[in-house]
């Protein structure tokens, strides 16, 4: 079974620049999440989308980011303008379905974005 | 609010010890599951070990155990016969179906194996 895929997996970019990330779940898993994970700290959670829905963007800035996933599988998180505060690893991960009592979640390898 | 904390931000051992990872948390919640993940330097997250706190009995697989007391609020992990392929982030995370449902992380523990 194919695991979660990201691209790119490195970005460089200059400040107020816009970036995009692509994210490729788990065939079947409806829920899908994007995490922020910046140097020396955990993942952070920016929003989840169950199918095409979002459940949870409590803390996506929306102001500069905005995420979809139009079709309940692919999905796509923007950044525009970027800031150099912006620089993490940027996780994506997908589940089987967030009403199950347990709902692992399987990470993609992530896309390093460097804000110079 | 669910707070997860590792107060270790790095560890290391020698190659066929034991170490252990510690992490606390706080939660007013009955219902939850607690995590162990594993980051290698390719960064693909990948779960190690899971707790769910209504079972008493500590989770173990293979190599790795945890000691959960729920009361001290505490969930570590202990990797018994360390290998090199052990190096990496070890996030402690915790998460519970009701509320939110988020799954929070603590801030990492980075561990190395000494040959």
């Known amino acids: 079974e194919a695991g979660v895929a990201q691209s790119p997996r490195y970005k460089i970019i200059e400040k107020r620049q816009s970036v995009a990330f692509w994210c490729n779940p788990i065939?079947?898993?409806?829920?899908l999440y994007w995490y922020q994970q910046i140097l020396g700290q955990g993942p952070k959670l920016l929003i989840q989308f169950q199918n095409n829905g979002v459940v949870d963007d409590s803390q996506l800035p929306k102001d500069r980011f905005s995420a979809e996933r139009l079709k309940g599988v692919d999905s796509t998180l923007k950044i525009q303008p970027a800031k150099l505060e912006d620089s993490a690893v940027y996780l994506c991960?997908?589940?089987?379905?967030?009403?199950?009592?347990?709902?692992?979640?399987?990470f993609g390898p992530g896309t390093r974005l460097t804000v110079l | 609010a669910q707070t997860v904390t590792q107060s270790q931000p790095e560890m290391s051992v020698q190659e066929a010890e034991t170490v252990t990872l510690s992490c606390t948390y706080d939660?007013?919640?009955?219902?939850?599951?607690l995590f162990w993940y594993k980051q290698p330097p390719s960064r693909q997250m990948i779960l190690v070990i899971r707790q769910e706190a209504y079972k008493q009995q500590n989770a173990t697989e293979n190599r790795f155990s945890v000691n959960f007391q729920k009361a001290a609020k505490s969930f570590s992990l202990k990797i018994s016969d360390s290998q090199l392929g052990d190096a990496a982030m070890y996030f402690c995370?915790?998460?519970?179906?009701?509320?939110?449902?988020?799954?929070?992380f603590g801030t990492g523990t980075r561990l190395t194996i000494i040959p």
């Open positions: 065939s079947g898993h409806a829920t």
């Open positions: 991960a997908s589940s089987l379905d967030r009403i199950l009592l347990y709902n692992e979640q399987f």
């Open positions: 939660t007013s919640e009955s219902d939850y599951y």
């Open positions: 995370a915790y998460w519970a179906p009701s509320g939110n449902e988020k799954l929070t």
